[in-house]
């Protein structure tokens, strides 16, 4: 699928948001950045090796992927929502499986893991900080956590799309130890865009058994089994 209005994405007069991630964290400021700036080497490495699809460049699939891989980046890694360019801030709003809306300063707070994970019996969102969520799941996925478009169902200004995570479980995850294999879920994302495509919203549809379960049921550190 393809956007004409988006055609020009590697011209210079392309917005930001939408000339990826490396584009954006060159613009940023240093005081942007929660913990400086995010280095995506494994992105660069290891992903063209791994992933199930490949896009065209004026593809509308690429476009999507770009632009919410700037978006998960700015959520992660800016902790000013006015700053984050893949969104209009003022208006954004984000939920997962049908739960309660929250908006950008509520990502900002909480942190992309616990909002988009949610509530699941091994893993209690109540108890994590943005920063100890992310620790949790840098630590289980050292060799990177990837993430792809695979279908477009839609375009703007409601985009619907499918996409798949995956990662090597190789590090150690609440007490449990890694497995070594590749744990992957797909899921289905609607999200609603203004009219030069930054996001206004997004609802994710997903089982996050898919992730936690396989994490959860390695063999304990602590000697306990997952019940």
């Given at each position: 699928?393809?956007?004409?209005?988006t055609?020009?994405?590697?011209t210079?007069?392309?917005?930001?948001?939408l000339?990826?991630?490396?584009a954006?964290i060159?613009?940023?400021?240093t005081?942007d950045?929660?913990?400086?700036?995010p280095?995506?080497?494994?992105s660069?490495?290891?992903?063209?090796?791994?992933?199930?699809?490949q896009h065209?460049?004026?593809?509308l699939?690429h476009?999507v992927?770009e632009?919410v891989?700037?978006f998960?980046?700015?959520v992660s890694?800016?902790?000013d929502?006015?700053k984050?360019?893949?969104?209009?801030a003022?208006?954004?709003r984000?939920?997962?499986?049908?739960g309660?809306?929250?908006?950008?300063?509520?990502?900002?707070r909480?942190?992309?893991y616990?909002?988009l994970?949610?509530e699941?019996p091994?893993?209690?969102v109540?108890?994590e900080t943005?920063e100890?969520s992310?620790?949790?799941?840098?630590?289980?996925f050292?060799g990177?956590?990837?993430?792809?478009?695979?279908?477009v169902l839609s375009?703007p200004?409601t985009v619907t799309?499918k996409?798949?995570?995956w990662?090597?479980y190789?590090?150690e995850y609440?007490g449990?130890?890694p497995?070594?294999?590749?744990?992957?879920?797909t899921?289905?994302t609607?999200?609603?865009?203004?009219?030069?495509?930054?996001?206004?919203e997004l609802e994710?549809?997903?089982?996050?058994?898919?992730?936690?379960?396989?994490?959860?049921?390695?063999?304990?550190?602590t000697?306990?089994?997952?019940?």
């Amino acid at each position: 699928m393809t956007l004409e209005a988006t055609e020009s994405v590697e011209t210079p007069e392309t917005p930001l948001h939408l000339q990826g991630r490396e584009a954006v964290i060159a613009a940023a400021a240093t005081e942007d950045w929660r913990d400086g700036a995010p280095d995506y080497h494994l992105s660069h490495t290891v992903l063209p090796q791994q992933r199930t699809t490949q896009h065209a460049p004026d593809s509308l699939e690429h476009i999507v992927e770009e632009l919410v891989k700037v978006f998960e980046m700015e959520v992660s890694h800016k902790h000013d929502p006015a700053k984050w360019v893949s969104l209009v801030a003022e208006h954004y709003r984000g939920r997962v499986n049908g739960g309660p809306w929250q908006d950008a300063e509520e990502f900002a707070r909480i942190g992309s893991y616990n909002i988009l994970i949610g509530e699941n019996p091994y893993y209690d969102v109540a108890k994590e900080t943005f920063e100890s969520s992310h620790h949790i799941f840098h630590t289980a996925f050292p060799g990177g956590f990837f993430w792809e478009v695979l279908e477009v169902l839609s375009g703007p200004p409601t985009v619907t799309f499918k996409w798949r995570h995956w990662g090597k479980y190789e590090g150690e995850y609440n007490g449990h130890q890694p497995t070594g294999e590749t744990i992957e879920m797909t899921g289905i994302t609607i999200a609603k865009v203004s009219e030069d495509l930054r996001i206004t919203e997004l609802e994710h549809f997903y089982d996050n058994n898919k992730l936690l379960g396989p994490l959860a049921h390695g063999c304990p550190v602590t000697g306990k089994t997952a019940e």
